[in-house]
């Protein structure tokens, strides 16, 4: 399929690379600088939507840029255009709803890292598509890097091709400790209320069954939640059938609250570190 539909002009960004025949991103602008206005926008995308969802999947990312989207209420309409499925957050970065579908991605301190990650990826339900947009650009870094993350599974199959095999045979397991909003020792203030957007606990163990979660209550008020067996690796339609590195061990690995084991093999550390 071509790059490129009389709706869109393809251009370039910094940071942009061709890996394994892909453009990533793949940066679309107006076809002509009358048609960067917000309606122009919804009309190209309402007109190639097949064309531009294989563009997605052909390229991993696509970049819209030049376009007059002004704030979350013109977000909102383009992730409307599409009618993709609104699959709510689950998990510890700290959000605030915006606008209908739209919330703040993450409120998080910047002294805190972010690592590198697939988006509710412990969830059985997980969201195939993340959208991003920046209302008010950040005064200096901000950026939002993304990897190939078939790449890392071949690097891994390289260097600890046994560890790997070990780790797809058995599966992973994951075990958090969330605490309770009111436990002064939470971070920021957020817990397990704020993780499943409900301070009853039936509602929140009906929401975690349904994402395929067990839960044990502890007596400090918080939750022992456990999600297993999960992949370490996944294959997706039209991605070549490459392996995508489709896990969180990076995250939880030197968690105080956390691990990940596969079988009897058990990742642990003394050292802290956050995943937010």
Same mark, same amino acid.
């Given at each position: 399929?071509?790059?490129?539909?009389?709706?869109?002009?393809?251009?370039? +960004?910094?940071?942009?690379?061709?890996?394994?025949?892909?453009?990533?991103?793949?940066?679309?602008?107006?076809?002509?600088?009358?048609?960067?206005?917000? %309606?122009? #926008?919804?009309? =190209?995308?309402?007109?190639?939507?097949?064309?531009?969802?294989?563009?997605?999947? $052909?390229?991993?990312?696509? #970049?819209?840029?030049?376009?007059?989207?002004?704030?979350?209420?013109?977000?909102?309409?383009?992730?409307? $255009?599409?009618?993709?499925?609104?699959?709510?957050?689950?998990?510890?970065?700290?959000?605030?709803?915006?606008?209908?579908?739209?919330?703040? =991605?993450?409120?998080?301190? #910047?002294?805190?890292?972010?690592?590198?990650?697939?988006?509710?990826?412990?969830?059985?339900?997980?969201? $195939?598509?993340?959208?991003?947009? +920046?209302?008010?650009?950040?005064?200096?870094?901000?950026?939002?890097?993304? @990897?190939?993350?078939?790449?890392?599974?071949?690097?891994?199959?390289?260097?600890?091709?046994?560890?790997? *095999?070990?780790?797809? %045979?058995?599966?992973?397991?994951?075990?958090?400790?969330?605490?309770?909003?009111?436990?002064?020792?939470?971070?920021?203030?957020?817990?397990?209320?704020?993780?499943?957007?409900?301070?009853?606990?039936?509602?929140?163990?009906?929401? =975690?069954?349904?994402?395929?979660?067990?839960?044990?209550?502890?007596?400090?008020?918080? @939750? $022992?939640?456990?999600?297993?067996?999960?992949?370490?690796?996944?294959?997706?339609?039209?991605? *070549?059938?490459?392996?995508?590195?489709?896990?969180?061990?990076?995250?939880?690995?030197?968690?105080?609250?956390?691990?990940?084991?596969?079988?009897?093999?058990?990742?642990?550390?003394?050292?802290?570190?956050?995943?937010?």
């Amino acid at each position: 399929m071509e790059l490129s539909c009389k709706a869109f002009r393809v251009g370039k +960004c910094e940071g942009q690379k061709v890996v394994d025949g892909e453009t990533m991103p793949l940066v679309l602008q107006p076809s002509e600088d009358n048609r960067s206005d917000l %309606e122009s #926008l919804l009309l =190209a995308l309402n007109n190639n939507k097949d064309w531009f969802e294989q563009m997605i999947i $052909k390229n991993s990312a696509v #970049l819209l840029r030049g376009f007059n989207v002004n704030n979350a209420e013109d977000f909102n309409e383009i992730i409307e $255009k599409f009618g993709w499925e609104d699959i709510r957050y689950v998990g510890p970065a700290p959000r605030t709803h915006v606008h209908k579908r739209v919330w703040t =991605a993450n409120e998080g301190p #910047l002294s805190e890292f972010i690592y590198y990650h697939h988006e509710m990826v412990l969830m059985k339900e997980y969201p $195939k598509k993340v959208v991003l947009f +920046c209302e008010i650009p950040c005064p200096e870094g901000g950026q939002t890097p993304f @990897v190939p993350s078939f790449r890392v599974t071949e690097r891994m199959l390289q260097e600890f091709p046994e560890a790997v *095999k070990e780790m797809e %045979e058995k599966g992973l397991e994951y075990t958090l400790t969330v605490l309770s909003k009111n436990d002064t020792t939470s971070m920021r203030g957020r817990g397990w209320e704020d993780a499943f957007l409900t301070s009853d606990r039936i509602e929140a163990e009906n929401r =975690a069954k349904a994402i395929g979660m067990d839960m044990e209550w502890l007596p400090n008020g918080g @939750v $022992k939640t456990i999600l297993a067996p999960r992949f370490l690796t996944k294959v997706f339609d039209g991605r *070549k059938g490459r392996r995508m590195w489709f896990n969180t061990i990076v995250g939880m690995h030197g968690k105080v609250h956390s691990s990940a084991i596969d079988g009897g093999w058990h990742r642990d550390s003394t050292e802290h570190s956050e995943e937010v």
